[in-house]
């Protein structure tokens, strides 16, 4: 099945030019989970483990402009070589042109090992320089209905605190987006790009003891509202959330 | 809108007067301005953006900023001008002219950028006083930001050094989203380095929508004396905030508030460093032309 998608990739890649006389390559876009975000310590001192983590990812882009974070040769690079237009700070990043993209949604189990929703994709051969992607409610009952879930406890000075719950992220679409993602990737026939995703990051400014009780079995929920959400909220949109190589 | 207006009138003029290329030379000026909101704080008089949703009111007494390094150059790379000059102005003093280059070649040149800096020993003051120059210099600070907050009878102070210096490159003129700049054959082009300064102070990075200018969080770090400290203002957690009683912050519908720095790396997660961040996209150009800000680490 995987040497039949690699065929059809082959023979889409052999037939689209682009007309701009940029090429057209077979690449593999990959998913993996950062090992070290199952079991973290918080800012505020909680030893957190989570047993288990999901998250659904939507479109993703691969761009070929630095993200405003770029790094000083980045900036250099841009002032000699013409680029479009991107900035920062309250305005749309502009990543210049699109390498790569995906499309569909994929729900990762951030409790595995190894690379995970491998696709074979048509992308723009050159160099990657930032990405952008979405976070998805989807139907999944992994996720509950929400963007993403976990289950775990987390631990104190004597005080373990077992929780579960979703994300749950407001409709407008700047709020679900991950934008200006750095990335150092040549884009090549037959190269894989990884995303790899730290949920490290979620929980780090989280404060598990304002989580209310009352849930089942003595699990508290991470209800929107509550602080372990907002959080969440911040921290799985946040910078270093998702790196790329 | 009074951006929109002003600007507007400027483009058409430079559309009107046509050509890419001309031959000949033609002079630049810039000048520098923090808007109204400079002059006035916020709220801005007629601006029902230009606001406090938490009801508080800024005034600046100074908003002191380095500003230079202009470089103008062609689409393809070539360059007219690289200046190592700058200047540190006060931009409660109204729109300040800061900058002349004369013998530019006269043509449209696309490539347009200038430095918020650190203000050097060779910087030219407008309006500063040598002290605070110093003080800028000593501090590494680009800005130097004085001013009283009030709301309900109560008065706070704030005195700023902020150090987050700022390339902002490939400006695009407002007035009609063209690229860089166009110098006329023995003509004199004016244009205008334009700060936001209602940038400091949304709750949200990354975006206009939806974000709203507050106050409460980094009035909660005010001391005792009614000072708010600079300092002070890493106390605050973006995803904890406590307003003056230790209480977890609310917005107008009771929800918890935080700042959204979205996916803005941050050196930590705190008011302070969210400010920093924050004073990077101040810089534009001729009102509301963007620039790519880019922080000089």
Not at chain 2, 91 to 111: N, P, S, Y
Not at chain 2, 265 to 289: C, I, K, M, T
Request: proline content about 4%; aromatic content about 8%.
């Amino acid at each position: 099945m995987r040497a039949l998608g690699w065929c059809l990739v082959l023979v889409l890649a052999a037939c689209g030019a682009s007309g701009t006389g940029e090429e057209s390559v077979p690449f593999t876009l990959a998913f993996e989970a950062d090992a070290a975000g199952r079991e973290f310590e918080t800012v505020s001192g909680w030893h957190v483990r989570l047993d288990e983590i999901y998250v659904a990812v939507g479109p993703l882009a691969l761009f070929s402009n630095a993200a405003p974070s770029a790094s000083l040769w980045d900036r250099v690079r841009g002032w000699v070589v013409p680029v479009a237009w991107a900035h920062s700070g309250f305005d749309e990043y502009d990543g210049g042109a699109v390498r790569g993209e995906l499309l569909e949604t994929v729900v990762l189990d951030l409790g595995r090992d190894g690379l995970q929703a491998e696709t074979h994709l048509i992308g723009v051969a050159g160099p990657v320089r930032s990405a952008t992607l979405e976070l998805v409610a989807t139907p999944s009952p992994l996720l509950h209905g929400a963007h993403a879930w976990v289950r775990g406890t987390a631990t104190r000075a004597g005080e373990t605190v077992a929780f579960a719950g979703g994300l749950q992220l407001p409709a407008d679409a700047k709020s679900r987006r991950v934008t200006g993602i750095p990335a150092e990737v040549e884009l090549a026939e037959g190269s894989t790009v990884v995303v790899a995703v730290h949920p490290q990051r979620w929980f780090a400014e989280a404060d598990f003891s304002s989580l209310p009780e009352g849930g089942t079995d003595g699990v508290r929920p991470i209800a929107p509202g509550s602080q372990v959400h907002a959080a969440w909220f911040l921290g799985a949109r946040g910078y270093g959330a998702f790196t790329i190589r | 809108m009074k951006r929109v207006l002003s600007w507007m009138a400027a483009g058409v003029a430079l559309i009107a007067c046509g050509g890419e290329t001309e031959g000949g030379s033609g002079s630049l000026v810039l000048t520098l301005s923090g808007e109204e909101a400079a002059q006035t704080g916020f709220p801005v008089p007629g601006s029902p953006e230009l606001r406090f949703a938490d009801g508080w009111a800024v005034h600046f007494d100074k908003y002191l900023v380095g500003v230079g390094n202009v470089r103008v150059a062609g689409a393809e790379g070539e360059v007219a001008l690289a200046d190592t000059g700058s200047v540190v102005v006060d931009l409660t003093a109204g729109e300040t002219e800061v900058f002349r280059f004369d013998g530019l070649g006269a043509r449209r040149w696309e490539r347009f950028g200038y430095d918020i800096l650190v203000p050097r020993a060779d910087s030219r003051a407008i309006g500063v006083s040598e002290a605070d120059v110093r003080r800028m210099i000593d501090g590494r600070y680009n800005y130097w930001i004085e001013g009283t907050a009030t709301r309900e009878g109560t008065t706070l102070r704030f005195a700023w050094g902020l150090s987050a210096p700022t390339r902002n490159d490939d400006c695009v003129n407002s007035a009609d989203d063209s690229p860089g700049v166009v110098v006329r054959n023995h003509g004199l082009a004016a244009y205008q380095i334009t700060l936001h300064l209602d940038h400091l102070f949304y709750d949200r990075l990354g975006s206009h929508d939806g974000v709203k200018m507050r106050f409460a969080a980094i009035a909660a770090v005010a001391g005792g004396d009614g000072a708010i400290a600079w300092d002070a203002l890493a106390s605050q957690r973006l995803a904890s905030l406590r307003d003056g009683d230790g209480q977890p912050l609310r917005g107008e519908d009771g929800a918890l508030l935080v700042y959204d720095p979205e996916s803005v790396p941050l050196a930590d997660a705190n008011l302070q460093q969210y400010l920093l961040a924050a004073s990077v996209s101040q810089g534009r150009f001729n009102g509301e032309g963007v620039c790519v800000n880019r922080t000089m680490k």
